[in-house]
T-cell receptor, first 116, second 112 residues
């Protein structure tokens, strides 16, 4: 069983650019969530995907969008980057439809995005 | 709206001393709470969940609905407990089912 992986590990962009971050879910997991973690803060929920459809969204503008693929890998896209988008972006996968005791979210190592 | 508050950003104790990391929450439904831990250079991982009522690495946490708290406790801290600890509340219904709301985190340092 492989864990959650994310790529790239670090990324530097300039204001106004677009970025795509990638996540590969843990084997057997059908739900992926994305979180933004600003420096010194706890992770903040961006959105989650279940069976390739967005299934819940936090307080993030539409320029944050995502995709989930049939193999349960996922992408986070951010358009028109702003300085405040600089953060660690985490993805987490879980197996939905399981009993609550196994409904654990497994986090990836994150992608550190710096916007200059 | 659901909210999680961890009032202490930093907590320092000596090895062998008791430790308590505080967590308070605000949630209109029946809460499901977790403690996540992040050791240096490692990813965020689940430490324990209130619903399983288990002790992990000597840590326990009891849900107190009256005080809306879920404090993490360990009677004798060890140096390897030094890490960042996050309290998290799960959205257990409606859209965004499974969404976690995190506190700001507490950095625990256990001195030798």
């Amino acid at each position: 069983e492989t864990g959650v992986t994310q790529s790239p590990t670090h990324l530097i962009k300039t204001r106004g650019q677009q970025v795509t971050l990638r996540c590969s879910s843990q084997s057997g997991h059908n739900t992926v969530s994305w979180y933004q973690q600003a420096l010194g803060q706890g992770p903040q929920f961006i959105f989650q995907y279940y069976r390739e459809e967005e299934n819940g969204r936090g307080n993030f503008p539409p320029r944050f969008s995502g995709l989930q693929f049939p193999n349960y890998s996922s992408e986070l896209n951010v358009n028109a980057l702003e300085l405040d988008d600089s953060a660690l972006y985490l993805c987490a996968s879980r197996e939905r439809d399981s009993r609550v005791f196994t409904d654990t979210q497994y986090f990836g190592p994150g992608t550190r995005l710096t916007v200059l | 709206a659901q909210r999680v508050t961890q009032p202490e950003k930093l907590l320092s104790v000596f090895k062998g001393a008791p430790v308590e990391l505080k967590c308070n929450y605000s949630y209109s439904g029946s809460p499901e709470l977790f403690w996540y831990v992040q050791y240096s250079r490692q990813r965020l991982q689940l430490l324990l969940r209130h619903i399983s009522r288990e002790s992990i690495k000597g840590f326990t946490a009891d849900l107190n609905k009256g005080e809306t708290s879920f404090h993490l406790k360990k009677p004798f801290a060890q140096e390897e407990d030094s890490a960042m600890y996050y309290c998290a509340l799960k959205n257990a219904g409606g859209t965004s089912y499974g969404k976690l709301t995190f506190g700001q985190g507490t950095i625990l340092t256990v001195h030798p």
